[in-house]
């Protein structure tokens, strides 16, 4: 009866731990204004410049109907900075669709984390790039720099995505008018030098071969050699989904990623 009640308690605390883990796991703030966008717990803005950044996340949240913020820490709870930054979005009241910068002094790392919407705007390839321009200000020691240029490149990617077919072809239209412009003017130069090289003919006889050689040449196939290769059907890539890596949060949510040293 005794071991019939402690293997009872033992499931109910495998099932206990199986819940409160994950959660105990992430010492970090889970209960965030999202309308607040900038939480700076590392303090490397001032007042005016956490000001300024927030109104920046406000304008393009307002632009693209989704979430973006910036999270500065100096203690990631013994996390890696990916997780924190996933986990962070995810276990907060944000947005199903944002872009999100931790800046983890602990580490010395940023990472930008997309999720929903988010994910498939930023991929990873957009990601990179986005890190390299956030990457200067933050070696540097200019921070706020450094969270100036995630947004603004936050803005330059997201507004080439939602850009209509029409009007990138409309924005494309004068290069378009002089390639066409540019082969039109070449082919009249040929035409032109062409006519000048040409002359008048004065004689029938112009017009009559001195002598008419007529050759035959036979091809005669001999045999044929085929070889085929054995095609790797991995080498094909994926189909579907974001372009670039993901990765899956403790919350079991997807996202795109990117991470770099400074």
Not at 118 to 125: A, K, R, T
Not at 186 to 194: E, H, R, W
């Amino acid at each position: 009866m005794k071991k019939g009640k402690f293997a009872g308690a033992a499931v109910l605390f495998s099932w206990i731990a199986l819940w409160i883990l994950p959660f105990s796991a992430m010492a970090m703030d889970l209960s965030v204004d999202p309308a607040d966008r900038i939480y700076d717990y590392a303090g490397l803005f001032s007042e005016t410049e956490r000001s300024a950044l927030a109104e920046q996340a406000d304008a393009l949240a307002e632009k693209y109907q989704m979430d973006y913020a910036v999270v500065t820490i100096d203690d990631d709870e013994g996390l890696s900075s990916v997780d924190y930054a996933q986990d962070f979005y995810d276990y907060n009241a944000f947005a199903p669709d944002g872009l999100l910068l931790l800046i983890n002094m602990d580490y010395r790392e940023l990472v930008i984390c997309g999720t929903g919407r988010g994910e498939y705007i930023y991929n990873e390839s957009q990601i990179d790039r986005m890190l390299d321009e956030v990457y200067e200000g933050a070696a540097d020691g200019d921070f706020y720099a450094a969270a100036q240029s995630f947004f603004e490149e936050a803005d330059r990617v997201a507004a080439r995505a939602t850009e209509s077919a029409f009007s990138r072809n409309l924005r494309r239209l004068p290069f378009f008018l002089l390639i066409a412009a540019a082969a039109g003017g070449i082919s009249v130069a040929c035409m032109a030098a062409a006519n000048k090289q040409r002359r008048r003919a004065t004689q029938a006889s112009a017009y009559i071969n001195e002598e008419l050689r007529l050759s035959v040449r036979n091809d005669q196939f001999l045999r044929s050699a085929v070889t085929r290769t054995r095609r790797n059907p991995d080498n094909g890539g994926s189909h579907g989904g974001p372009r670039g890596g993901s990765s899956i949060g403790s919350s079991g949510r997807s996202h795109s990623v990117g991470s770099r040293r400074f």
